[in-house]
């Protein structure tokens, strides 16, 4: 297929439904659950405002319109690598400078909801990455890898989603080892279903939180809060995720969509 017949085949598979968008987005507003991090680790990010300028009234006759009051890592959110100190200083690593061929791109999702179900601080491993090589092939440079674990069916509740009790936050997330493992293999970006792109258990882990210290590191990036991964199969499908393009901003919340036949 030529490279003009690629994108009048899509284009016509688009037009038939043959080939579907799957909106791996959660609903973004004043109940949207967003990160808790306890006093030593500073200050956190609020939840979501909207404040009305106007709804057909004196304020604006014809017309409404609102104001909203975002913090950028909130809801189903992209990670920019200025957003860790490990990323601070590369080259185009805000989301106004990262490179939009990062924003569409193949993916691959690995489905270890039943092995989160069983397990809130379930951590995928370097060796469980590689059973899932060997039953749906390698990852290649350059794609996206999303862990499927059915955390957003939690993601009604900042209760659920967080998942907190006196020990801390309970979630699933990669091991460092494993980001390491994705590194070696080229990939461009890590995302998943819980608040952010780490395990609960992640601010002890070496290092801490290690999917933002060594993806950011590498100037890569991360994806969070992502729902409907369940829809998604394996190997196959192309993702499409854009932060708004804040200037020097370190993340933004995204429409992330998946396309899949
Ligand atoms: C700051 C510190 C720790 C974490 C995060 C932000 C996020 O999850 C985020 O949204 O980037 S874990
Ligand atoms: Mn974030």
Do not use: C
């Not at 350059?142 to 209760?159: A, I």
């Not at 980001?179 to 792109?197: A, D, N």
């Amino acid at each position: 297929m030529n490279d003009m017949s690629v994108l009048g085949g899509l284009g016509a598979a688009l037009l038939s439904g043959s080939v579907k968008v799957v909106d791996i987005t959660a609903p973004l507003g004043p109940e949207t659950p967003v990160l808790y991090l306890p006093p030593q680790f500073g200050k956190n990010t609020p939840n979501v405002k909207v404040h009305k300028i106007s709804a057909y009234d004196q304020d604006g006759p014809f017309w409404a319109w609102n104001w909203i009051e975002l913090g950028e890592h909130t809801g189903t959110h992209f990670d920019a690598p200025s957003h860790w100190i490990t990323g601070k200083d590369h080259e185009g690593n805000t989301t106004d400078t990262i490179k939009p061929q990062n924003f569409v791109a193949p993916v691959n999702v690995i489905d270890r909801s039943k092995e989160a179900a069983a397990d809130h601080d379930y951590l995928l491993t370097v060796d469980s990455i590689k059973d899932w090589e060997a039953e749906h092939g390698e990852i290649e440079a350059g794609t996206w890898v999303l862990m499927r674990t059915d955390w957003y069916k939690r993601n009604g509740s900042t209760e659920t989603f967080l998942n907190a009790d006196e020990n801390g936050p309970h979630s699933p997330g990669p091991t460092a080892e494993a980001i390491e493992y994705l590194l070696s293999k080229g990939i461009i970006g890590w995302g998943q279903e819980t608040v952010g792109t780490d395990a609960g258990s992640a601010g002890g882990m070496t290092p801490p939180f290690p999917a933002h210290n060594l993806m950011h590191k590498a100037n890569k990036f991360g994806l969070a809060s992502l729902s409907n991964l369940d829809q998604l199969p394996a190997k196959g499908a192309i993702l499409i995720a854009a932060p708004l393009k804040f200037v020097g901003g370190t993340g933004s919340p995204v429409r992330a969509l998946a396309l899949i036949v």
